[in-house]
């Protein structure tokens, strides 16, 4: 087996959360849908610093994650406050900025 | 293993193919459930699915301080605070699955195909023909190796890192918190305006408490025999998420004295010594043993009462009886 393989994986797993953005409507699932994409990405990262030899691509993998966590706990944030003042977590829902 | 990978060029082992192969489906399918599960925890545990996946090819792959950070920090901070949210938002609010735009669905997954074609060829066009392996770089140890770049080379990356994490902090804070507006009643209050209204005084009335049952979402009986709404918290109500045991517990009880009644030897209502069977509703037998002719008269009779109580059940039949004789 090639480790281009894992490449490959990392853009399916990429490509499924792009859709899963495109098709969901729930806020949280589309939150774990830019998780997936994140997660696909550091994939991507990891093959590519064993592809090159050397450890950069996993110190980006590793800013991603850092990334990754700080936007979850705002965005989670923001998914609590809308749901307490519209009682919904669909993002059709949220068409106006004040309710 | 580096000694391995530093000696791989262009192909891995049999056994990472196989690791591979395997752990690749089960992370597609955990993915693809992510996006087509209805319910949000359904989707959150798919996806803590294909994290624990992705945390084995990190370390397949070498990266042994990401792999332990991704199970660490991925599924176990950042999914559990995704399940938190879920079940702050509510666990049974389903997603809609009315179309807003017509058509919508497959123009996202065709676009999500055409992505994903584009990617691949990328990949495909690529001329990655040498793999060198992190033999080398992990020689010193992966996480030392990690620590001399994030201090040395991604020093300031790594500074701006904790001014991004304080301000998450403080903004998730700020988002979520909610100043009081009114003055929080007191109890003394509260009881008051209880007595005031003249509704509830005292405390609610308990849960019903069977032997076999004994939880939150079961009512209590009232003394009529039907079930008291009240004894069962205000949320579970709104949910109708009450559990009614009571028609099984009476059930068991008519059982019961059935079943006590032959025990001591005397003879159960209603009937006439021969035809001691077990079931609670025993009056169709007695109608039986009693007189023939009218056996399946009372069977009928019988039919007709159904959804009505045991004793109501065999009271009926007696009624029959005495009108047929």
Same mark, same amino acid.
């Given at each position: 087996?090639?480790?281009?393989?894992?490449?490959?994986?990392?853009?399916?797993?990429?490509?499924?959360?792009?859709?899963?953005? #495109?098709?969901?409507?729930?806020? =949280?699932?589309?939150?774990?849908?830019?998780?997936?994409?994140?997660?696909?990405?550091?994939?991507?990262?990891?093959?590519?610093?064993?592809?090159?030899?050397?450890?950069?691509?996993?110190? =980006?993998?590793?800013?991603?994650?850092?990334?990754?966590?700080?936007?979850?706990?705002?965005?989670?944030?923001?998914?609590?406050? /809308?749901?307490?003042?519209?009682?919904?977590?669909?993002?059709?829902?949220?068409?106006?900025?004040? #309710? | 293993?580096?000694?391995?990978?530093?000696?791989?060029?262009?192909?891995?082992?049999?056994?990472?193919?196989?690791?591979?192969?395997?752990?690749?489906?089960?992370?597609?399918?955990?993915?693809?459930?992510?996006?087509?599960? !209805?319910?949000?925890?359904?989707?959150?545990?798919?996806?803590?699915?294909?994290?624990?996946? #992705?945390?084995?090819?990190?370390?397949?792959?070498?990266?042994?301080?990401?792999?332990?950070?991704?199970?660490?920090?991925?599924?176990?901070?950042?999914?559990?605070?995704?399940?938190?949210?879920?079940?702050?938002?509510?666990?049974?609010?389903?997603?809609?699955?009315?179309?807003?735009?017509?058509?919508?669905?497959?123009?996202?997954?065709?676009?999500?195909?055409?992505?994903?074609?584009?990617?691949?060829?990328? =990949?495909?066009?690529?001329?990655?023909?040498?793999?060198?392996?992190?033999?080398?770089?992990?020689?010193?140890?992966? /996480?030392?190796?990690?620590?001399?770049?994030?201090?040395?080379?991604?020093?300031?990356?790594?500074?701006?890192?904790?001014?991004?994490?304080?301000?998450?902090?403080?903004?998730?804070? /700020?988002?979520?918190?909610?100043? !009081?507006?009114?003055?929080?009643?007191?109890?003394?209050?509260?009881?008051?305006?209880?007595? $005031?209204?003249? !509704?509830? /005084?005292?405390?609610?009335?308990?849960?019903?408490?069977?032997?076999?049952?004994?939880?939150?979402?079961?009512?209590?009986?009232?003394?009529?025999?039907?079930?008291?709404?009240?004894?069962?918290?205000?949320?579970?109500?709104? $949910?109708?998420? =009450? $559990?009614?045991?009571?028609?099984?517990?009476?059930?068991?009880?008519?059982?019961?004295?059935?079943?006590?009644? !032959?025990?001591?030897?005397?003879?159960?209502?209603?009937?006439?010594?021969?035809?001691?069977?077990?079931?609670?509703?025993?009056?169709?037998?007695?109608?039986?043993?009693?007189?023939?002719?009218?056996?399946?008269?009372?069977?009928?009779?019988?039919?007709?009462?159904?959804?009505?109580?045991?004793?109501?059940?065999?009271?009926?039949?007696?009624?029959?009886?005495?009108?047929?004789?």
């Amino acid at each position: 087996m090639s480790p281009v393989y894992y490449l490959y994986l990392a853009a399916l797993l990429f490509t499924i959360g792009a859709a899963g953005v #495109l098709i969901r409507r729930n806020a =949280i699932i589309l939150f774990m849908c830019v998780e997936l994409m994140l997660n696909a990405c550091n994939l991507a990262f990891v093959a590519f610093s064993r592809l090159h030899g050397n450890l950069d691509g996993q110190i =980006i993998a590793f800013f991603t994650m850092v990334v990754a966590a700080a936007e979850v706990v705002v965005g989670l944030a923001i998914i609590v406050t /809308v749901f307490r003042s519209r009682h919904s977590a669909s993002v059709d829902d949220a068409s106006l900025m004040k #309710l | 293993m580096s000694g391995a990978l530093a000696a791989a060029a262009t192909t891995t082992s049999t056994g990472e193919a196989v690791q591979f192969w395997v752990l690749g489906t089960v992370a597609v399918i955990g993915a693809l459930g992510t996006i087509l599960m !209805r319910k949000a925890v359904h989707s959150a545990l798919c996806l803590a699915g294909t994290m624990i996946v #992705l945390a084995v090819f990190y370390l397949a792959n070498g990266a042994y301080f990401l792999g332990v950070v991704q199970i660490v920090v991925y599924t176990g901070a950042i999914m559990m605070l995704f399940l938190f949210v879920v079940m702050l938002v509510g666990v049974t609010a389903a997603d809609s699955l009315k179309e807003t735009l017509k058509g919508q669905r497959w123009l996202a997954a065709l676009c999500g195909l055409g992505f994903g074609i584009l990617l691949a060829a990328g =990949i495909g066009n690529a001329s990655l023909t040498t793999w060198n392996g992190l033999g080398q770089a992990n020689s010193g140890g992966n /996480v030392e190796g990690l620590a001399a770049l994030v201090f040395t080379k991604y020093v300031f990356a790594f500074e701006i890192t904790g001014a991004l994490l304080i301000t998450a902090a403080v903004g998730a804070m /700020v988002l979520t918190h909610r100043e !009081r507006i009114e003055r929080a009643r007191s109890q003394r209050e509260q009881s008051e305006a209880r007595v $005031r209204t003249g !509704r509830n /005084v005292p405390p609610l009335p308990a849960p019903g408490v069977y032997a076999r049952h004994n939880a939150v979402d079961i009512p209590g009986l009232l003394p009529d025999g039907t079930t008291s709404e009240l004894t069962v918290n205000a949320t579970l109500r709104g $949910r109708g998420q =009450i $559990r009614d045991v009571s028609g099984e517990a009476l059930a068991e009880l008519a059982a019961l004295e059935q079943r006590s009644e !032959r025990w001591l030897g005397r003879k159960p209502k209603g009937e006439d010594g021969k035809g001691a069977n077990g079931t609670p509703a025993n009056g169709t037998s007695a109608n039986d043993a009693g007189n023939g002719a009218n056996g399946n008269d009372a069977k009928r009779n019988d039919a007709n009462a159904d959804g009505k109580g045991v004793d109501e059940r065999s009271e009926d039949a007696e009624h029959h009886k005495g009108v047929a004789t």
